[in-house]
Nanobody, 122 residues
Framework: QVQLVESGGGLVQAGGSLRLSCAASEQINEYAMAWFRQAPGKEREFVARIIRSGNKYYGDFVRGRFAISRDTAKNTVWLQMNNLEPEDTAVYFC?????????????????WGQGTQVTVSS
């Protein structure tokens, strides 16, 4: 059972950048890895995923501002977030799915980290 630990969240001004990290306890090339976020009072929202093949997919709201990447040797997945907006304020979660492709649906993912808070001030 893989364990996921996120880090890198914090407070940033609008237009700024953050890089989130997700450290996994097992080989991440066995999983589809994803980032989701959840703002207060809202449902968990798909941000990005990188599947076993290395293909990457993003939520519609990303609009080229975020980039997901991985290092299989370090068992780490990153989410580089640029040009942040106040609407990006949320808890960001890393997730892993044993299927090759994952999905944009949070219910697909079997393993979750504890989340890291991102706050963007205007």
């Amino acid at each position: 059972q893989v364990q996921l630990v996120e880090s890198g969240g914090g407070l940033v001004q609008a237009g700024g950048s953050l890089r989130l990290s997700c450290a996994a306890s097992e080989q991440i090339n066995e999983y589809a890895m994803a980032w989701f976020r959840q703002a207060p009072g809202k449902e968990r929202e798909f941000v990005a995923r990188i599947i076993r093949s290395g293909n990457k997919y993003y939520g519609d709201f990303v609009r080229g501002r975020f980039a997901i990447s991985r290092d299989t040797a370090k068992n780490t997945v990153w989410l580089q977030m640029n040009n942040l907006e106040p609407e990006d304020t949320a808890v960001y979660f890393c997730a892993a799915d044993t299927s090759p492709y994952g999905s944009q649906r949070s219910v697909t993912y079997e393993f979750w980290g504890q989340g890291t808070q991102v706050t963007v001030s205007s």
